[in-house]
């Protein structure tokens, strides 16, 4: 009995074992389907990693200069006929119109009008290009802003009102609030608005 009993052990660990190498054996065979699964999800081409960065690049260029604030307007222009040459800044593009045309009260805004900003380092930092104009004196405008064209609105009438009794949109947010902005910091479309001119095609 006792020779049965130590057989029975035996054979006991004999199957325990092979349990325990056929688990181990799935478990190595499992974390490599699985590598081999994440490895491919994540593959991009190299091309498309490089041209990520390129745009990404380019927004940054044209944020630090300026230019995406001002490609609107400047197409605008161009498609009326006028000539000019700038740096493709806002600044630039500002000093341009402010010689070449007529500043306006910005009651008397009108279609293809060119609007100005000051973004906290004077008149000229940011553009817009008006699309529209109703009777109470909210104005449409589209700009360009952090790499996409929009259409915005700006009431001079209510310079710090973002909405009416019906919701809609009087002054659009130019810049987004931080919590270390200086006190005086400005956001609404009509606090910053500091010119209107009125742009005539060329003849």
Same mark, same amino acid.
């Given at each position: ?61 044209q944020k630090k200069t300026g ?13 009326? +006929? ?8 806002? @600044? %630039?593009?500002?000093?341009?119109? /402010? !010689? #070449? ?23 000229? +930092? ?8 109703? @009777? %109470?004196?909210?104005?449409?405008? /589209? !700009? #360009? ?59």
């Open positions: 009995m006792g020779n049965v009993g130590i057989s029975q052990i035996r054979w006991y660990y004999v199957f325990n074992m092979a349990d325990r190498i056929a688990l181990l054996i799935g478990v190595v065979a499992l974390s490599a389907a699985c590598a081999t699964a994440t490895s491919q999800s994540i593959q991009v081409p190299a091309t498309q990693v490089r041209s990520a960065g390129a745009l990404h690049q380019v927004d940054a260029r230019r995406v604030a001002a490609s609107p307007v400047e197409e605008s222009l161009r498609g009326r +006929g006028i000539r000019f040459g700038t740096d493709g800044s806002s @600044p %630039a593009l500002f000093g341009f119109v /402010r !010689e #070449r045309f007529a500043e306006i009260p910005p009651e008397h805004a009108s279609r293809g009008d060119v609007l100005f900003f000051d973004m906290g380092s004077g008149c000229g +930092g940011h553009a817009g290009l008006v699309e529209t104009v109703e @009777p %109470a004196g909210r104005i449409g405008f /589209r !700009e #360009r802003r952090d790499g996409d064209t929009r259409h915005s609105y700006v009431t001079p009438r209510t310079p710090y009102v973002r909405r009416d009794g019906q919701g809609r949109i009087m002054n659009t947010f130019l810049r987004p609030k931080r919590m270390d902005d200086a006190r005086a910091t400005t956001y609404f479309a009509g606090e910053m608005l500091c010119a209107v001119f009125h742009v005539e095609s060329e003849p």
